[in-house]
């Protein structure tokens, strides 16, 4: 098993930036796939972006490409978005999720990962 806890998380002004981390604690974080997905209120959960094993291949949803980034430090346990120009639609709950078994094709689908963090709290204001 593996633990996420994220962080980095706050109240930012729109065209600002965070970044957000979840570490993860348990087996070998290398051996994961991560994601990120986000809750804003009244809506379902969507998927953000992933990355691969290494971090040698990421996948970002279509609205977000060119402003998020995600990343990953296998050596610190860690796991990075990198979010710029942030807007107020942006506001939501950002989850970090793990699994050792996603096919690139169901990166984006939240059954494909059976690890999840508590999330931490975006808000942009306008």
């Known amino acids: 098993q593996v633990q996420l806890v994220e962080s980095g998380g706050g109240l930012v002004q729109a065209g600002g930036s965070l970044r957000l981390s979840c570490t993860a604690s348990g087996r070998t974080f290398s051996a994961y796939v991560m994601g990120w997905f986000r809750q804003a209120p009244g809506k379902e959960r969507e998927f953000v972006a992933a990355i691969g094993w290494n971090g040698g291949n990421t996948y970002y949803a279509d609205s977000l490409k060119g402003r998020f980034t995600i990343s990953r430090d296998n050596a610190k346990n860690t796991l990075f978005l990198q979010m710029n120009s942030l807007k107020p639609e942006d506001t939501a709950v950002y989850y970090c999720?793990?699994?050792?078994?996603?096919?690139?094709?169901?990166?984006?689908?939240?059954?494909?990962?059976?690890?999840w963090g508590q999330g931490t709290q975006v808000t942009v204001s306008s």
């Open positions: 999720a793990a699994d050792t078994s996603v096919a690139r094709t169901s990166v984006a689908r939240l059954e494909s990962y059976g690890y």
